[in-house]
């Protein structure tokens, strides 16, 4: 009987005098190992002398050939005392034809993990695919192959499996079922680009090499498919299954179901359902619940509501997670009262919340600001024996940060510690997002230096935040500082953590500044997107740089990225920026040449860049052009005539195209009474002016004045406000102490400079002014 030997208590002395000779090494291993109770141990003193291929030679021998456990005990024994690993392969290949003649196949398949694990230059792999040369071995049997194909996977290294696999496909050796199943389940999880076609080639080769497919097969390859959103191939798979006498199951539907669903192809939801029931299949809890899961998802609670009654009505009674998914949907809709009363559902159905069920209703009751029932769950929850996890600490630190209230954040952390939870990398996240926010930079640092010194690391879109809060705050060094400490430190960047940046020394009028790193970010192989380039193309434009811009522009196009209508209307604003408003149209009709389809932004670009330039009658005909071809107009393009008629005194032309604002439903907005009034003013028509004003006051326009489109982030007003910005406050004050002093004359000439000028004055003021006009309701001579 074999059995593996035993250590005695003392090793068996052997005398190294006379030296033995290798075939006497040979023989005494082989006597101590087929003796009634063979002892490793006394084998000690032959070490020095056991050299890989004397090992081979004992693995090898017909004597012990019928003992495979004792020779898996000897090499085992023997692996540990010789180096390198490479050098004892032919005795594990040796070893393992044995224990495979045998058919010890999960002690062969152990034994390969534990070589697999401490090789790790991939020696064995490499035999096992070019058998050394010149003397080659005899070729690997499909055991031994087969074996190492699973071996691999089950070690995490599916790329190598694969490379077996196929030499089995060369050989013509037909794989074990199980073996293509571990092989495809693995591939399917490897993060790979192309890991479906993979498990595509394997599922066709093992099919070749007389496979048969089972359902299980299918179904690993079809979630390949849903994996990568190829729902086309998934359901062609899908009708293929009968041609191999296989029949889908609950787990080949869920499958499909569940991807659909959270792509939100709903109607295609249904009809596989429906597809699924006309088989005989009846849908189980899981089907019901990536139902509740997908109608959540888009919002649609009342049919996710439904599927719950279904279930009811089909005797599936809802689990934890089905009312979780459901109350989860209620809070992100923000009607937490429901999602309450969901919650007292489960419970009179036995089911009990879970911490899930308590985060969830915690954290939407801190969205919808409903502070007192997230502390009635907190108290609940200790009540309930449910024990708070790190999601719920970091859900209640998350919501002190968003009311800035950070030294209460600050206590709830050290509460978090207290009770055994380390603050994790969404804690440190949200304090660096929360200091970020109320300006404090240096415990924002503080904070991402802790991160660091205990291994985690920021988020990028944490990050992102914090550079985008520093550039806003015109901390540009600073912020440059944090983007090459955190590259240096392994942390991972994009391309929007450098185009903030970018952006940031933009504004800050440093474009050699962003010019050196944008380089920079193409150094490092970041690719940048159409966005990155559209801002860097913005902020070439506005400073004047509109060589600089078209250049980029060009190595948009030669990188194969498609430039949008940002981009082009970037470049067109641009050209009108600098006054060159016949390269602005040059480069719009070659752009229609090249498919662009403009639109009323762009449209009022070119307005407003022809009427800046004193182009009014061009402005018109333009506009007329537009009308003319049944082009959607906004008030930003009225608005835009107006205050070039009016400032080219065409007040009657002007008031027309107010008139056509209020019969297209489009007006008249603040900026228009403030043109109109400055313009009325300007004339001496001093009565009509205060009508309108009185006018607007009545009509209680809530339209922010002060800005001089109502589009505020239009790239037209945004020319408009940083011209005006800087005398705006200053103006503002003055036309309030007029006010107050009563000077309401001396008010409305300054009021209607302005306005002529473009320069915004702030809300505050100009409704003071309207009140004192309206209340004393006198005449205003105009000013001499």
């Keep these: 009987m074999d059995s593996p030997p035993s250590p005695p208590p003392h090793p068996i002395p052997l005398s190294p005098k006379p030296p033995l000779t290798p075939p006497q090494i040979v023989q005494t291993v082989i006597s101590v190992l087929t003796s009634d109770k063979p002892s490793l141990a006394s084998l000690s003193p032959l070490i020095p002398h056991l050299t890989p291929p004397l090992l081979h030679s004992i693995l090898s021998s017909e004597t012990l050939a019928s003992r495979p456990l004792t020779l898996l005990s000897f090499f085992t024994w023997a692996n540990s005392h010789l180096n390198p690993t490479q050098t004892l392969i032919p005795s594990l290949l040796a070893l393992l034809s044995s224990l495979f003649s045998h058919n010890k196949f999960p002690d062969a398949k152990s034994l390969l993990l534990n070589f697999i694990s401490s090789d790790r230059g991939h020696h064995l792999h490499r035999t096992l695919l070019l058998p050394a040369r010149p003397r080659p071995r005899p070729r690997p049997s499909k055991a031994l192959l087969d074996t190492a194909v699973g071996a691999y996977c089950q070690f995490g290294n599916p790329q190598l499996a694969v490379l077996i696999f196929k030499k089995m496909k060369r050989l013509r050796l037909q794989p074990k079922l199980l073996t293509c199943i571990t092989l495809l389940n693995s591939l399917v999880k490897y993060p790979s680009s192309n890991r479906v076609l993979r498990c595509k080639d394997v599922f066709n080769d093992a099919v070749r090499l007389g496979v048969t497919p089972n359902t299980n097969m299918f179904n690993i390859l079809i979630n390949g498919y849903c994996l990568e959103n190829r729902f086309k191939d998934a359901l062609e798979l899908l009708s293929k299954m009968g041609e191999y006498e296989c029949l889908p199951d609950r787990v080949t539907y869920n499958t499909i179901l569940d991807a659909l669903s959270k792509k939100g192809q709903l109607s295609e939801v249904r009809d596989l359902l429906a597809d699924m029931k006309d088989r005989g299949l009846l849908p189980n809890r899981n089907t019901y619940n990536i139902l509740v899961c997908g109608y959540c998802r888009m919002g649609w609670l009342r049919e996710a509501a439904q599927v719950i009654e279904l279930m009811t009505q089909n005797n599936l009674l809802p689990d934890v997670w089905t009312y979780n998914m459901l109350i989860n949907g209620f809070c992100h809709d923000g009607r937490i009262e429901e999602a309450l009363k969901l919650r007292n559902e489960m419970e009179n159905l036995k089911l009990l919340p879970d911490v899930v069920t308590f985060n969830t209703l915690i954290n939407g009751c801190y969205k919808s600001k409903n502070r007192s029932n997230a502390f009635k769950l907190i108290a609940e929850m200790k009540e309930k024996g449910v024990e708070p996890n790190a999601v719920t600490h970091n859900i209640i630190i998350k919501s002190y940060?968003?009311?800035?209230?950070?030294?209460?954040?600050?206590?709830?952390?050290?509460?978090?510690?207290?009770?055994?939870?380390?603050?994790?990398?969404?804690?440190?996240?949200?304090?660096?997002?929360?200091?970020?926010?109320?300006?404090?930079?240096?415990?924002?640092?503080?904070?991402?230096?802790?991160?660091?010194?205990?291994?985690?690391?920021?988020?990028?879109?944490?990050?992102?935040?914090?550079?985008?809060?520093?550039?806003?705050?015109?901390?540009?060094?600073?912020?440059?500082?944090?983007?090459?400490?955190?590259?240096?430190?392994?942390?991972?960047?994009?391309?929007?953590?450098?185009?903030?940046?970018?952006?940031?020394?933009?504004?800050?009028?440093?474009?050699?500044?962003?010019?050196?790193?944008?380089?920079?970010?193409?150094?490092?192989?970041?690719?940048?997107?159409?966005?990155?380039?559209?801002?860097?193309?913005?902020?070439?434009?506005?400073?004047?740089?509109?060589?600089?811009?078209?250049?980029?522009?060009?190595?948009?196009?030669?990188?194969?990225?498609?430039?949008?209508?940002?981009?082009?209307?970037?470049?067109?604003?641009?050209?009108?920026?600098?006054?060159?408003?016949?390269?602005?149209?040059?480069?719009?009709?070659?752009?229609?040449?090249?498919?662009?389809?403009?639109?009323?932004?762009?449209?009022?670009?070119?307005?407003?860049?022809?009427?800046?330039?004193?182009?009014?009658?061009?402005?018109?005909?333009?506009?007329?052009?537009?009308?003319?071809?049944?082009?959607?107009?906004?008030?930003?393009?009225?608005?835009?005539?107006?205050?070039?008629?009016?400032?080219?005194?065409?007040?009657?032309?002007?008031?027309?195209?107010?008139?056509?604002?209020?019969?297209?439903?489009?007006?008249?907005?603040?900026?228009?009474?403030?043109?109109?009034?400055?313009?009325?003013?300007?004339?001496?028509?001093?009565?009509?002016?205060?009508?309108?004003?009185?006018?607007?006051?009545?009509?209680?326009?809530?339209?922010?004045?002060?800005?001089?489109?109502?589009?505020?982030?239009?790239?037209?007003?945004?020319?408009?406000?940083?011209?005006?910005?800087?005398?705006?406050?200053?103006?503002?004050?003055?036309?309030?102490?007029?006010?107050?002093?009563?000077?309401?004359?001396?008010?409305?000439?300054?009021?209607?400079?302005?306005?002529?000028?473009?320069?915004?004055?702030?809300?505050?003021?100009?409704?003071?002014?309207?009140?004192?006009?309206?209340?004393?309701?006198?005449?205003?001579?105009?000013?001499?």
């Design 401 to 784: 940060c968003k009311q800035a209230k950070m030294d209460e954040a600050s206590i709830s952390v050290r509460k978090m510690v207290e009770r055994g939870f380390s603050p994790d990398s969404v804690t440190y996240n949200t304090l660096i997002d929360g200091y970020c926010k109320i300006g404090n930079f240096g415990e924002a640092f503080k904070i991402m230096n802790e991160m660091g010194g205990k291994g985690l690391k920021m988020d990028v879109v944490t990050l992102n935040s914090f550079l985008h809060t520093l550039c806003r705050e015109r901390k540009i060094e600073e912020a440059y500082e944090l983007l090459s400490s955190v590259s240096k430190r392994g942390y991972i960047v994009d391309e929007v953590s450098y185009g903030t940046l970018i952006m940031g020394y933009f504004k800050d009028g440093n474009v050699d500044g962003a010019m050196k790193l944008w380089d920079e970010m193409k150094a490092k192989a970041i690719i940048p997107s159409v966005v990155t380039y559209n801002s860097l193309i913005g902020g070439l434009c506005k400073s004047g740089k509109m060589e600089q811009a078209i250049t980029k522009l060009n190595e948009l196009l030669e990188n194969g990225l498609v430039p949008d209508e940002t981009t082009y209307n970037t470049i067109i604003h641009g050209y009108c920026w600098v006054g060159y408003v016949e390269k602005a149209f040059q480069f719009h009709n070659k752009m229609v040449e090249n498919s662009f389809k403009p639109g009323i932004f762009t449209c009022n670009i070119l307005l407003h860049g022809l009427c800046k330039e004193g182009m009014l009658e061009k402005a018109l005909t333009l506009f007329n052009t537009w009308i003319s071809k049944g082009r959607v107009l906004d008030a930003v393009t009225y608005n835009t005539l107006i205050t070039a008629q009016c400032r080219e005194g065409r007040l009657e032309d002007a008031l027309g195209l107010v008139v056509e604002m209020e019969v297209k439903k489009l007006g008249p907005d603040g900026y228009t009474y403030n043109t109109i009034i400055g313009a009325l003013i300007e004339v001496g028509r001093n009565k009509e002016a205060e009508e309108l004003m009185e006018r607007r006051a009545e009509m209680g326009k809530s339209s922010d004045p002060s800005l001089p489109l109502d589009k505020g982030r239009d790239m037209v007003t945004c020319e408009v406000l940083e011209k005006s910005d800087s005398s705006s406050l200053a103006y503002s004050e003055q036309i309030r102490e007029l006010c107050t002093e009563g000077k309401y004359r001396d008010a409305m000439r300054i009021f209607g400079e302005l306005t002529q000028k473009g320069v915004a004055i702030e809300k505050s003021t100009y409704i003071t002014l309207m009140k004192g006009l309206v209340k004393r309701r006198k005449p205003i001579t105009k000013a001499v």
